[in-house]
């Protein structure tokens, strides 16, 4: 075994794979940028190497420097985790020459399987089912649309050499397939440096399973069973379980078996995924073909490890040192049932548009590490409170893991997981994972790829607190505060009675007004303390009795009127956030004084939503366009996204030009009335 070993990664892969390594007592070396120079895995590692500038191409994708790294610090293999590197054969090739271990699969099968198109071609001869599609080598854009033509629409465009979302687009008609094609070309060019693309046949209700395989250098291979990865927005996982809903003992061997042969195609060693399309009949009957070959970790792997009690980093550890399989096919059990929920910092309510910022509260569910998973709750992070998530780099934010002993355990905790999951100081899909796992088709498990649209409706801008429980907990919050300040003794012990801020009075009651805002709604507080010390508060006209109690961990217990909730409420200037088990929302305490002069945003202006670089504008200066038009494409956090006109209008200038960098709220263009 090891005695250290380089891990050329970050976040919480990073911690992750340092978890394992300290088990094992195996020292551990991080890498990091100027980003990343007080990241969570630099201080999770045992030493640290500083490799560059932020940008990614600038430190993390700078091979040469993460080999030199592992050469002046003495580590005898490096593991790469999953993106950046981890499917580069030359990198593969690069430790080997340098006489370190990579701790992945062998050169060749990364580049066997790297290239979709190729691997087609291979799974093909190994008897491994394939989609009906195109996988040549000839790109000719006129070639590639009669061969979508043929195929028959719906299809898909494919990087050849992406993965992760990245360089996919679907496209419904032959009109829409040149521009869709021009798009995938240019993503998969920016994240992989090839723009070569394959075309195939959409399937309709597809279903996502992939199969974790491992192999020794010995020559033996096992399956660990499947995942289901269905729930996904932008071709990227949302949600994923093990074992799959619905899966057959017989279905799951003919899968492994293949999966297993795919692996042996290519002489693999390590962990590796094999993921298949899954088309379901009407009947119920699965048919599966062969989409590509993850030749890495998956960020999923969690899953696979609650339920089959496994630590599958250290089988990686195991294998890339020699070591034989830790277990055979047949010592593999499945145990319970386990989900995975990625919690990133994007707005599910605006096209999951990434979104960057600082953690000022992140506060996650009780048994939160790798090595502590009670309770059959487990978080693996690479940040920390008052960490800053950064355009550079990828918007997950956290896994959420949980296991139960049946599907339904398993849901019920991952809601209450994802309840006890605050976060303030930038936007994440917390609520929308709530959404999610209580919708009707992911608690029935009717799974595929086109959950989240056809749900869509109990998906986006699903508001679960609304005013009048959100008033009362700031109201309450307020109430709260103050009293705790002044019962505040001085050094003798003694309270000053004139200190208090009950607003009590001899004769009476007292009223106080507040000014709030909900959902861009002014709203109108009165709350007022009776003079036999019970509490009402008026909400828009509407009176009740309000009273709240203190409860473990800084939260409320609050009643107002027929509503209850135990409420954890956290504020930052006007702010508050407020998180109770049926849901969170925002709520504005609005100061007059400290808001007067402020003007809103004028019509027509259209600002970059993130920090970012201009890709390319669809318009001109003089362009009449229409509401919803694409105006521009920018590029942030290693996808596109398009800007569309808010309005009718006429293009009146553009202020930047193609491959600018743009700082959050910069004015892209401007925009007057069509009039």
């Known amino acids: 075994m090891f005695t250290k070993i380089l891990i050329a990664n970050r976040g919480e892969i990073a911690c992750r794979v340092a978890a394992t390594a300290a088990r094992l007592a195996i020292k551990s070396v991080a890498v990091y940028s100027d980003a990343d120079a007080n990241a969570k895995h630099v201080a999770a590692c045992d030493e640290a190497v500083h490799i560059g500038g932020s940008s990614p191409k600038d430190s993390y994708l700078r091979w040469e420097k993460i080999i030199a790294a592992a050469k002046v610090t003495g580590a005898q293999a490096i593991h790469p985790g999953y993106g950046f590197l981890s499917e580069n054969e030359e990198f593969a090739t690069a430790c080997a020459d340098a006489g370190l271990v990579f701790i992945g699969p062998p050169a060749s099968a990364i580049q066997a399987m790297g290239l979709k198109a190729e691997s087609k071609q291979l799974m093909e001869k190994a008897g491994v089912p394939l989609v009906p599609g195109y996988h040549g080598a000839d790109q000719d854009a006129a070639l590639l649309q009669r061969e979508a033509d043929r195929i028959g629409y719906p299809v898909l465009i494919k990087a050849s050499a992406g993965g992760g979302g990245k360089g996919m687009r679907a496209v419904d008609k032959s009109d829409d397939f040149a521009a869709a094609l021009a798009s995938c070309k240019r993503e998969a060019s920016n994240s992989f440096g090839d723009d070569a693309v394959l075309i195939e046949k959409y399937v309709q209700r597809p279903r996502h399973i992939e199969i974790q395989v491992f192999g020794d250098t010995l020559g033996n291979y096992v399956y660990l069973f499947e995942r289901d990865c269905s729930v996904q927005r932008r071709h990227q996982k949302v949600l994923e379980e093990a074992p799959a809903p619905g899966m057959t003992q017989a279905m799951r061997e003919q899968m492994g078996t293949a999966a297993v042969a795919a692996a042996r195609a290519v002489n693999y060693v390590g962990a590796g995924t094999v993921e298949f399309i899954v088309e379901q009949s009407a009947d119920g009957h699965m048919s599966f073909f062969f989409m590509e070959m993850n030749t890495r970790l998956q960020v999923e792997h969690p899953v696979t490890e609650a339920i089959t009690g496994l630590d599958l980093v250290e089988w990686q550890l195991r294998v890339a040192s020699g070591e034989p399989l830790p277990l055979r096919q047949d010592q593999l059990r499945i145990h319970g049932h386990a989900i995975e929920a990625r919690i990133c910092s994007e707005n599910p309510d605006n096209n999951f548009l990434p979104a960057t910022g600082t953690l000022n509260v992140y506060r996650l569910p009780r048994c939160t590490t790798f090595e502590r998973a009670d309770r059959g709750v487990r978080v693996d992070s690479g940040v920390r409170e008052g960490d800053t998530i950064s355009p550079f780099y990828d918007s997950m934010v956290a896994k959420l893991i949980v296991h139960g002993a049946t599907r339904e355990e398993a849901l019920a905790r991952m809601d209450a997981a994802l309840a006890q999951t605050h976060i303030v100081g930038l936007t994440t899909n917390v609520q929308f994972l709530r959404h999610v796992v209580t919708s009707a088709s992911f608690s029935q498990a009717q799974l595929d790829t086109g959950l989240i649209p056809r749900e869509s409706a109990v998906l986006f801008k699903q508001e679960k607190v609304g005013l009048p429980?959100?008033?009362?907990?700031?109201?309450?919050?307020?109430?709260?505060?103050?009293?705790?300040?002044?019962?505040?003794?001085?050094?003798?012990?003694?309270?000053?009675?004139?200190?208090q801020r009950d607003g009590w009075r001899s004769h009476g009651g007292f009223t106080r007004e507040f000014k709030l805002e909900f959902h861009g709604e002014p709203h109108t507080l009165e709350f007022t303390?009776?003079?036999?010390?019970?509490?009402?508060?008026?909400?828009?006209?509407?009176?009740?009795?309000?009273?709240?109690?203190?409860?473990?961990?800084g939260a409320l217990d609050v009643r107002y009127g027929d509503l209850n909730a135990s409420v954890n409420l956290y504020k930052k200037g006007d702010l508050a956030h407020v998180f109770t088990a049926q849901?969170?929302?925002?709520?504005?305490?609005?100061?007059?004084?400290?808001?007067?002069?402020?003007?809103?945003?004028?019509?027509?202006?259209?600002?970059?939503?993130?920090?970012?670089?201009v890709v390319s504008f669809a318009v001109k200066a003089g362009d009449a366009v229409k509401k919803g038009q694409p105006l521009?494409?920018?590029?942030?956090?290693?996808?596109?996204?398009?800007?569309?006109a808010p309005v009718d209008g006429v293009v009146a200038e553009l202020l930047f030009a193609p491959g600018d960098q743009v700082t959050e709220g910069a004015e892209l263009l401007r925009m007057e009335s069509a009039a």
């Open 469 to 499: 429980l959100a008033a009362a907990s700031l109201v309450a919050h307020l109430l709260a505060s103050e009293q705790a300040l002044a019962q505040r003794s001085d050094a003798s012990g003694w309270i000053d009675p004139w200190a």
């Open 529 to 553: 303390r009776l003079h036999d010390g019970g509490l009402q508060l008026r909400v828009d006209g509407d009176a009740a009795a309000l009273r709240y109690a203190p409860l473990a961990n």
């Open 583 to 613: 849901g969170a929302t925002q709520i504005i305490a609005i100061d007059a004084l400290a808001h007067a002069g402020e003007s809103h945003a004028e019509v027509g202006r259209l600002t970059a939503p993130m920090p970012g670089k």
């Open 632 to 644: 521009a494409v920018m590029d942030a956090m290693k996808m596109e996204h398009t800007i569309a």
